[in-house]
């Protein structure tokens, strides 16, 4: 069963996905961190350094972004396993299927991700090519 990428439907903990040539399952969904200043100019300062050296160590033409875990009405990213993991944007899988699990396997795995996502915890932070946004 070839499904679209685009269907938000499909993507539910369970499903298959392909991957830069991998196969993998559907984990969790994830989102973007968006980046706040703390209020103490103290801790601002600090972070501001240490994000700094963070940065400073992402090659060129590369980002850091920070993730959490979201709901998937959220999610730009999932997470998934397979041979190994991946974290992937949703606009570069592929959903072919379902895991072939029962029906109660598949929906404690759909609610482990939608509690994971309703904590909305940071997970991962990964370091991705800079997107170029064309020209008007």
């Known amino acids: 069963m070839q499904t679209s990428t685009q269907d938000q ?10 991957h830069k040539g991998s ?40 980002r850091r972004i920070k993730l959490r875990h979201c709901l998937p009405a959220e999610a730009t990213y999932v997470s998934g396993s397979g041979i190994c993991g991946c974290v992937a944007p949703i606009s570069e899988i592929e959903v072919v299927g379902l ?3 029962s029906t109660e396997d ?7 991700a939608l509690q994971k996502g309703r904590e909305g915890r940071q997970v991962v932070t990964i370091v991705r090519p800079i997107e170029q946004q064309e020209a008007a």
């Open 9 to 18: 439907s499909a993507l539910v903990a369970g499903a298959r996905f392909l």
């Open 23 to 62: 196969s993998y399952r559907l984990n969790t969904f994830m989102c973007e961190v968006a980046k706040t200043q703390p209020k103490c100019p103290i801790i601002a300062e600090l972070v501001a350094q240490w994000e700094a050296e963070d940065d400073a160590e992402v090659p060129a033409g590369m």
């Open 99 to 101: 895991v072939p699990w």
């Open 106 to 112: 598949l929906i404690e795995h759909q609610e482990r």
